[in-house]
Antibody, heavy 127, light 107 residues
Framework: EVQLVESGGGLVQPGGSLRLSCAAS????????MSWVRQAPGKGLEWVAN????????YYVDSVKGRFTISRDNAKNTLYLQMNSLRADDTAVYFC????????????????????WGQGTLVTVPS | SYELTQPPSVSVSPGQTASITCSGE??????TFWYQQKPGRSPVLVMY???NRPSGTPERFSGSNSGNTATLTISGTQSMDEADYYC??????????FGTGTRVTVL
């Protein structure tokens, strides 16, 4: 059974830092791109960042570039999000999500979706 | 940046059909994905690549995508289908984009 378990959320003052972790199990972690997606209280979903299988390629939404860093440790089956210079508008539940893999005649490909999600961890930055 | 727009709410009577739309520029040229999120829970993928159901998604869920609009249809809606639904697509300039979300209420 695929499981993604986030941890590390909490209350942090503006300008502070926090590191989120996501422990993965039930699948071969190193085969998959992984993402962080957040949801502000009462709001919709927003993709934050993702990372390639080997960790050598990362992408970010513009609002977090230069402040957040996504990384992974495939030996520990763990995804991370280092968040620095936190602002009130970073307040959200942060979900770890696995990006879907499909297969066709050409081989494996990224489907473009998020097929499994963790339960989320709440990050609160007061204004 | 690329945007996906959904109606804020859809109401449906039990057993009837609910249609949730997702609009974006030339959305039909991309794959659309749909997620169901119940209060206090994580999102769950209910449709991928426009019209494919993951295992576990009931057959009453179907999807289509053409032109500028993708649609998630729930036939024979049940009370357990009451939830927020989000569409999602991938765009070259914006990476992963989610729709604004639709609350489905089963009256």
């Amino acid at each position: 059974e695929v499981q993604l378990v986030e941890s590390g959320g909490g209350l942090v003052q503006p300008g502070g830092s926090l590191r989120l972790s996501c422990a993965a199990s039930g699948f071969t972690f190193s085969f998959y791109w992984m993402s962080w997606v957040r949801q502000a209280p009462g709001k919709g979903l927003e993709w934050v960042a993702n990372i390639r299988q080997g960790g050598n390629e990362t992408y970010y939404v513009d609002s977090v570039k230069g402040r957040f860093t996504i990384s992974r440790d495939n030996a520990k089956n763990t995804l991370y999000l280092q968040m620095n210079s936190l602002r009130a508008d970073d307040t959200a539940v942060y979900f770890c999500a696995r990006e879907g893999l499909g297969r066709d005649s050409s081989g494996w490909y990224n489907v473009g979706d998020f097929d499994y999600w963790g339960q989320g961890t709440l990050v609160t930055v007061p204004s | 940046s690329y945007e996906l727009t959904q109606p804020p709410s859809v109401s449906v009577s039990p057993g009837q059909t609910a249609s949730i739309t997702c609009s974006g520029e030339r959305l039909g040229d991309k794959y659309t994905f749909w997620y169901q999120q119940k209060p206090g829970r994580s999102p769950v993928l209910v449709m991928y690549e426009d019209s494919n159901r993951p295992s576990g998604t009931p057959e009453r869920f179907s999807g289509s995508n053409s032109g500028n609009t993708a649609t998630l249809t729930i036939s024979g809606t049940q009370s357990m289908d009451e939830a927020d639904y989000y569409c999602q697509a991938w765009d070259n300039s914006s990476s992963y984009v989610f729709g604004t979300g639709t609350r489905v209420t089963v009256l």
